[in-house]
């Protein structure tokens, strides 16, 4: 069964903190890994995806994940985040090197305190 | 620039009342489209992608049917709503990454 693992449901922390919100997966063969955004009530915007190449992939807005084979990981990471962060971070997962058949994970709600 | 308005924004609706939720995708021609379903404080759910007008596709079963009557419009409906059937629905559209539009939050009563 192919899945997609967010383990931290919350993640509290404070303006201008560092953060990284983890993801984990279990597929075989190629994997293609994004990461997506929802603001409260909103639609999901795209962040970042991985498919091949530099394991260090950069999004918009300071973000920046990393492919590991090895952990089966793809962590999201922010060097200082900005009360505006705070929103649900989507993992997202699909075998096809696209986005058609996206298995997506529970989701983190980033909390950012001032 | 591409567009992608979904509407209604919000529906309150009686259990074993019908339903129809609409997407429109602006500057882009034959995307590929799908519809999403999220339940509350949950994760997204694939249920139904087109990649050509008159075609679908049917990932989950939940006693809802979408349509593609024209190539910039896809279609979610069901003649006889489920209170399981409240959440967040969400269009989108993708070469890659998906594009998604700003949802239509549904409650059945």
């Known amino acids: 069964t192919q899945t997609v693992s967010q383990s931290d449901a919350h993640v509290t922390v404070f303006e201008g903190d560092s953060v990284e919100l983890r993801c984990n997966y279990s597929?075989?063969?190629?994997?293609?890994l994004s990461w997506y955004i929802q603001h409260h009530g909103r639609g999901l915007q795209f962040l970042l995806k991985?498919?091949?190449?530099?394991?260090v992939v950069q999004g918009v807005n300071g973000f920046e994940a990393e492919f590991s084979k090895s952990d089966s990981s793809f962590h999201l990471r922010k060097a200082s985040v900005h009360w505006s962060d705070s929103a649900v971070y989507f993992c997202a997962a699909a075998n096809t090197g696209g986005a058609d058949r996206l298995t997506f994970g529970k989701g983190t709600q980033l909390i950012i305190q001032p | 620039a591409q567009t992608i308005h979904q509407w209604p924004v919000a529906e309150i609706k009686a259990v074993g009342s019908p339903l129809s939720l609409g997407c429109t995708i602006k500057?882009?021609?034959?995307?590929?489209l799908y519809w999403y379903w999220q339940a509350t404080g949950g994760t997204l759910q694939q249920l139904f992608y087109s990649i050509t007008v008159g075609q679908v596709e049917s990932v989950v079963q939940l006693n809802l049917s979408a349509s593609r009557p024209k190539d910039d419009q896809f279609i979610l409906s069901t003649e006889k709503l489920l209170l399981s059937h409240s959440g967040f629905y969400l269009c989108?559209?993708?070469?890659?990454?998906?594009?998604f539009g700003a949802g239509t939050r549904l409650s059945v009563l």
């Open positions: 989108a559209w993708s070469i890659d990454p998906l594009y």
């Open positions: 597929y075989g063969g190629s994997i293609y």
């Open positions: 500057g882009k021609s034959s995307p590929n």
């Open positions: 991985y498919y091949s190449g530099n394991p």
